[in-house]
């Protein structure tokens, strides 16, 4: 059976332009299937106003290419969603990929002929595509969800996911807006519909720990301080725990003084974005009394900024420990509740009963609204992958055998799917790191193992199980070992009715992670079974 490609790639974010060009580069002949009209994935969907990314905008972008690094300017220490997208458009440019992505392509199956040895893709218009290999790349975050409210669908007015934003501008001015949902998106749109819009209703079931992102324009001097360092920046980061270039500090937030411990916050804090959690106490997702500490920091700094105390008090979470849900970075959300045109709907006190055709009815009250924004997240880690219909050897679906949740091995690869690789899958570091760090990790990995397999005339790979069990095990013991499976999020699954309830990335280390990757492939792919 003559194949199309050698590889096929599904998606063109981030990850399936990087993979692409290391394919590429290692001389296969690729294909990169994408849903959408250009490049860009979660920078091309997510358009919403305030997106922007969560790490600095010195670390957030590909560090393969000295030039690219050398040449791409960015404008903010947090560059906006724009920009990002700017970006990504202009490495496609630089380095001719579109030639090789098909746009309005969406995957809806892919299977693995046996007897052929290789995938059969097949796209949303019926079309069929064969290939030797298949690679995911199609992002953990990318599946959006709506919340399941009688009556979503009566809603006469416009309706938002803040993941499927639309491409033209929309305005919000003079309009009366709800935002249903208080993570990491709504923490980003608020403040922004809030400056246009007449009245904005903020429905929060759950307050979370905001940390203050600190967001200013670049400095000159500043960046050419960062482009003369970016060896040292990098190598620190593919080394860290979460992939970001921060100092790190092992010490413990009980080992120091009340007053040393509220210098270092403040000092974290004035830095901005993850510093905060990452560069001041290395034990504050481990302990829970450590975790106290930061809580109540972060208690007080909404608390010294949101002037209406009972406003303040709902705002400031005490259901669940610091950080064990995603802490956002806020730029001016909390200040956006000292604007008379906010108001706060405590979702625990009045919950949505309906939405109606004029907007959202709670216990006590209507709010009647002109457009809705859900900021509701993601069917995250798997959603993007089960909802296509992959099967592997013997027509077995990926749906039926992560029924009580994934199991891969190294998150890049499965038991059964043979010739078959996952960027920043499930059970990877992911989204708990830097994702661009990660992403390079698995695209290098993953072209270095078909380059391997094309020299040794291998023609099919697939983890054994036992090494399988393996990795899940210890995915599970590494989550374990912190305070993160003690709270409902959708690291764990818990967003989505009825998903098995895990923590859907590694947590183990960005650093080790890679040293382990690497050395499964130093020992002729250990634990995969080459055929
Ligand atoms: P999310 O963190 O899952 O937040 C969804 C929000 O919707 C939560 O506040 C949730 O409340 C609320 N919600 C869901 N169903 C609801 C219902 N029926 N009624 C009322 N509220 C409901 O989603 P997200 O904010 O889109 O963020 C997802 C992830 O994307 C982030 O954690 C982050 O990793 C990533 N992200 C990154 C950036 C960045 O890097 N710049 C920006 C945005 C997002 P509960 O908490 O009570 O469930």
Redesign the pocket.
């Known amino acids: 059976m003559s194949l199309d490609y050698d590889a096929i790639i599904i998606g063109a974010g981030m990850s399936g332009m990087y993979q692409l060009l290391r394919l590429r580069e290692a001389g296969l002949r690729v294909r990169v299937f994408e849903a959408g009209t250009g490049v860009g994935g979660?920078w091309y969907w997510?358009r919403y106003p305030g997106?922007?990314?969560?790490?600095e905008s010195y670390s957030y972008g590909y560090s393969f290419s000295k030039d690219l690094l050398d040449e791409w300017q960015w404008s903010q220490h947090?560059s906006p969603q724009p920009e990002t997208l700017r970006y990504l458009e202009h490495v496609a440019d630089r380095f001719d990929l579109r030639r090789d992505i098909r746009f309005r392509a969406r995957v809806r199956a892919a299977h693995y002929d046996q007897a052929a040895g290789s995938w059969v893709v097949r796209l949303e218009d019926g079309s069929r595509h064969r290939c030797r290999y298949l690679v995911s790349a199609v992002g953990p975050?990318s599946a959006?969800?709506?919340?399941?409210?009688d009556g979503r669908e009566d809603f006469a007015g416009p309706a938002y996911h803040?993941?499927l934003w639309p491409k033209q501008p929309v305005s919000f001015a003079g309009k009366r807006v709800a935002v249903?949902?208080?993570?990491?998106?709504?923490?980003?749109v608020v403040p922004e519909v809030a400056k246009q819009a007449d009245q904005l209703y903020v429905?929060?079931?759950?307050a979370?720990y905001d940390l203050a992102g600190q967001n200013h324009p670049l400095d000159p001097a500043y960046v050419r301080e960062v482009k003369a360092n970016y060896k040292e920046i990098w190598d620190t980061a593919r080394a860290s725990a979460f992939g970001f270039p921060y100092g790190v500090h092992e010490r413990s937030a009980l080992a120091v003084s009340p007053e040393e411990r509220q210098r270092i916050y403040e000092e974290g804090w004035a830095v901005g974005g993850f510093h905060f959690l990452f560069d001041t106490f290395s034990d504050l997702i481990f302990d829970k009394e450590a975790n106290d500490t930061a809580a109540e920091f972060v208690r007080a700094k909404i608390r010294a900024t949101v002037h209406d105390a009972d406003v303040a008090e709902l705002l400031a979470p005490k259901d669940h420990p610091f950080s064990t849900?995603?802490p956002?970075?806020e730029h001016g959300y909390y200040e956006a509740f000292n604007r008379d045109n906010v108001t706060l709907v405590d979702?625990h006190r009045t919950?949505?009963q309906t939405m109606t055709a004029h907007g959202v009815r709670t216990a006590d009250r209507e709010y009647a609204v002109d457009s809705i924004i859900?900021?509701?997240?993601?069917d995250?880690m798997t959603g993007a992958l089960t909802r296509m219909d992959i099967r592997g050897r013997g027509g077995l679906s990926l749906q039926a055998k992560w029924a009580d949740g994934p199991r891969t091995y190294l998150g890049v690869a499965t038991h059964g799917f043979p010739n078959m690789f996952m960027i920043t899958g499930p059970q990877s570091p992911s989204?708990l790191s830097n994702?661009p760090v990660s992403i390079e990790q698995h695209g290098d990995w993953i072209a270095d193992c078909l380059s391997y397999l094309r020299a040794h005339g291998v023609k099919s790979i697939e983890p054994t199980l036992a090494a399988e069990d393996g990795w899940v095990a210890h995915v599970a013991e590494a989550a374990a070992a912190t305070l993160l499976p003690l709270t409902?999020?959708?690291?764990v699954g818990?967003?989505i009715p009825g998903k098995p309830r895990q923590l859907y990335a590694y947590i183990g280390g960005v650093g080790p992670y890679r040293t382990r990757c690497d050395e499964v492939a130093a020992n002729g792919y250990e634990g995969f079974a080459l055929g």
Not at 51 to 55: E, G, H, I, L
Not at 180 to 188: D, H, P
Not at 203 to 206: A, P
């Open positions: 979660t997510n997106a922007r990314f969560d790490s947090f975050l959006p969800t709506y919340p399941r409210i803040t993941g249903i949902g208080t993570g990491a998106t709504a923490v980003q429905f929060q079931r759950t979370n849900k995603r956002p970075l979702l919950p949505i859900f900021a509701t997240g993601f995250a989204v994702m409902d999020s959708w690291w818990a967003n």
